[in-house]
């Protein structure tokens, strides 16, 4: 009796494992049909099929967020370029001076008045408005800095903060439309792509959506300058385009990869006494 109950425990064990490795050669073949089928690319308006009204008012914000503070980082631009200007100007100005002539005219008698001391003089000699107006040029230029800043924060914020609650409010909207089709998905669907699987995709996938609805830059400069830089434009925007698409054949290899392990690791964690009782402690660490 002992040995019919040994040999019976034998054939369980033998068609189990044949069992399992029938199923690990069916998904090996799952992933070879997967491998061949080209990865779809999605157009930027597709993005933003699940976008509402509220949320297009929202990105509308934030570009006009984003235009404005473009347009106020150049305009900053512009003002410290005066602000280094007027210290350049004032320089060559002061090489040019008589101080002798000055100091005769405004200065008390006796006193020297040079390149090196000409500032600090002012409140010695009583030069007029004419004369002495580069401190009241350099506030003036400061303070507009100043206020340009406080309103190109502003705008950023704008920007960022609109762009991102339509981006929040359209990936939960993705989400609940992915958890939707696949409780609509046959039983079948689910022996090939595991439940850990449709975990990973459902948040790393949506998530780099999230991220890829992003802010906007813009820039203005002097003729001459945008010239030059609008030569080495193409060569920009190659580069650019060939690294997007390097980008995204490696989040794509990114995500599937984190699929497939999210997968196996959460199957086996679920089930960690059959994966104990077959001795497969090898096999999923491989």
């Known amino acids: 009796m002992d ?3 040994t040999i019976d425990k034998n054939v369980k064990s033998s068609n189990n494992k044949e069992n399992f490795d029938k199923q690990n050669s069916f998904q090996k073949t799952c992933d070879k049909t997967e491998n061949k089928k080209p990865i779809e690319t999605v157009s930027i308006p597709s993005l933003f099929q699940y976008a509402t009204i509220l949320d ?3 990105m509308l914000i934030g570009t006009t967020g984003g235009l404005g503070n473009g347009a106020t980082f150049a305009a900053l631009l512009f003002l410290i370029g005066n602000l280094l200007n007027s210290f350049t100007a004032r320089s060559t100005d002061i090489c040019t001076l008589n101080f002798t002539a000055l100091a ?3 200065c008390p008698p006796g ?3 040079v390149a090196s001391n000409y500032f600090s003089s002012s409140f010695i000699c009583h030069f007029n408005q004419t004369t002495f107006d580069f401190q009241g040029a ?3 230029q400061i303070l507009y800095v100043v206020i340009i800043g406080c309103i190109c924060l502003v705008l950023s914020y704008i920007q960022v903060t609109f762009w991102s609650m339509a981006a929040e409010r359209q990936t939960k909207a993705i989400r609940k439309k992915i958890f939707q089709s696949i409780l609509r998905k046959e039983i079948a669907y689910f022996d090939i792509l595991k439940a850990g699987e449709l975990y990973t995709k459902l948040t790393d996938n949506v998530d780099k959506i999230h991220d890829g609805i992003g802010d906007i830059l813009g820039f203005i400069k ?3 300058l945008t010239l030059a830089m ?3 434009s193409p060569l920009l925007f190659i580069s650019v385009a060939l690294f997007s698409k390097l980008v995204s054949s490696l989040t794509a290899m990114e995500l599937k990869a984190y699929g497939k392990a999210g997968a196996i690791a959460e199957e086996v964690f679920s089930s960690i006494r059959t994966v104990l009782s077959y001795n497969g402690q090898e096999r999923e660490e491989k």
């Open 56 to 58: 297009i008012i929202y």
């Open 138 to 140: 350099i506030e003036k």
């Open 222 to 224: 002097g003729w001459k």
């Open 3 to 5: 040995q019919n109950e």
């Open 111 to 113: 006193y020297q008045l």
């Open 230 to 232: 609008l030569s080495l």
């Open 104 to 106: 005769i005219e405004y």
